[in-house]
């Protein structure tokens, strides 16, 4: 199993232009490709895939700031006998 996570500080307008490449890219036939930080990994999903939207908020007594966040996850199966099959190749990005 390979797993390519990243968390980074950007602008809305950044993070909007990344969220619209992903979506340019689903949109399409094709692979998808997520370049983050010099590592890369590609899959291509298949239909149907499950769109999770959450939307929470952390906060508690005696905080001056509440954390709040969204996230967004894409889920699709795909045919696979072994371990090897069904991983996502995480290599090096551009």
Do not use: C, H, N, Y
């Not at 949109?27 to 590609?42: R, S, W």
């Not at 952390?58 to 894409?74: N, R, V």
């Amino acid at each position: 199993m390979g797993e390519l996570e990243t968390e980074s500080q950007t602008t809305r307008s950044e993070a909007a232009t990344i969220l619209r490449d992903v979506a340019d890219q689903l949109d399409g036939e094709g692979p998808v490709t997520l370049d983050v930080g010099g590592q890369a990994v590609t899959v291509t999903p298949e239909d149907p895939v499950t769109l999770k939207l959450e939307g929470e908020s952390d906060w508690s007594s005696g905080d001056t700031e509440a954390k709040q966040s969204i996230e967004f996850e894409l889920v699709w199966w795909t045919e696979a006998t072994t371990a090897e099959e069904g991983a996502l190749d995480v290599g090096a990005g551009t």
